[in-house]
């Protein structure tokens, strides 16, 4: 299997390849394309970006700048607003449900690095998918760590880290983020 075909497939690869490198930089290229165009024209999300994106719903927003590391694996529903300095590293799918807001500098993160020194140092990486549902609100600077699932109408709180599933209607808060009483 190719190194893509391990990312895809949930295994360890080494994400030094020249084909993830090639794919990283055609996302730059669409992130670049909506970091520098004019507000006017790009709408919601420069054509590059939007094409390619996995899906991209009706009045979606992205604000500039928005990093993504390939942009294959983002899927975003109707409605989604991403504020200024939001990134993704969509090494796995990452899907967002319809009516997600996400504060300034939220960060996605769906890599998982080797623990052992030496493999790490070779790349070897696991991609974890991360899933939004919908109506959920992410506050600013907040990061969502590889393999969390988000539930609808769901509240992370700003800048917390969130390294466990969050049930829907749950508002989390903190480094790590713990369920709020009441």
Same mark, same amino acid.
């Given at each position: 299997?190719?190194?893509?075909?391990?990312?895809? =497939? !949930?295994?360890?690869?080494?994400?030094?390849?020249?084909?993830? &490198? &090639?794919?990283?930089?055609?996302?730059?290229?669409?992130?670049? @394309?909506?970091?520098?165009?004019?507000?006017?024209?790009? %709408?919601?999300?420069?054509?590059?970006?939007?094409?390619?994106?996995?899906? *991209?719903? =009706?009045?979606?927003?992205? &604000?500039?700048?928005?990093?993504?590391?390939? !942009?294959?694996?983002?899927?975003?529903?109707?409605? *989604?607003?991403?504020?200024?300095?939001?990134?993704?590293?969509? #090494?796995?799918?990452?899907?967002?449900?319809?009516? #997600?807001?996400? +504060?300034?500098?939220?960060?996605?993160?769906?890599? &998982?690095?080797?623990?052992?020194?030496?493999?790490?140092?070779?790349?070897?990486?696991?991609?974890?998918?991360?899933?939004? %549902?919908?109506? *959920?609100?992410?506050? !600013?600077? =907040?990061?969502?760590?590889?393999?969390?699932?988000? +539930?609808?109408?769901?509240? *992370?709180?700003?800048? =917390?880290?969130?390294?466990?599933?969050?049930?829907? +209607? @749950? #508002?989390? #808060?903190?480094?790590?983020?713990?369920?709020?009483?009441?």
């Amino acid at each position: 299997m190719s190194e893509r075909e391990k990312m895809a =497939a !949930g295994t360890w690869y080494s994400c030094l390849d020249e084909e993830l &490198e &090639e794919m990283r930089m055609v996302a730059r290229r669409a992130v670049h @394309q909506h970091a520098t165009m004019a507000p006017d024209p790009r %709408g919601g999300m420069a054509p590059l970006l939007r094409d390619l994106f996995a899906s *991209v719903g =009706a009045d979606v927003m992205l &604000e500039a700048p928005f990093h993504c590391a390939y !942009g294959v694996n983002i899927s975003l529903a109707d409605r *989604v607003y991403m504020n200024a300095g939001c990134v993704i590293l969509d #090494t796995a799918p990452v899907r967002i449900g319809a009516h #997600t807001m996400l +504060g300034p500098g939220v960060h996605i993160y769906c890599a &998982e690095h080797d623990h052992d020194p030496a493999r790490r140092a070779a790349g070897l990486e696991i991609a974890r998918p991360v899933t939004l %549902g919908a109506n *959920v609100w992410i506050g !600013g600077g =907040a990061i969502l760590l590889p393999g969390v699932r988000i +539930g609808d109408g769901a509240i *992370v709180g700003a800048g =917390a880290v969130v390294s466990r599933d969050v049930a829907p +209607g @749950q #508002t989390v #808060t903190g480094m790590p983020a713990r369920a709020r009483p009441g």
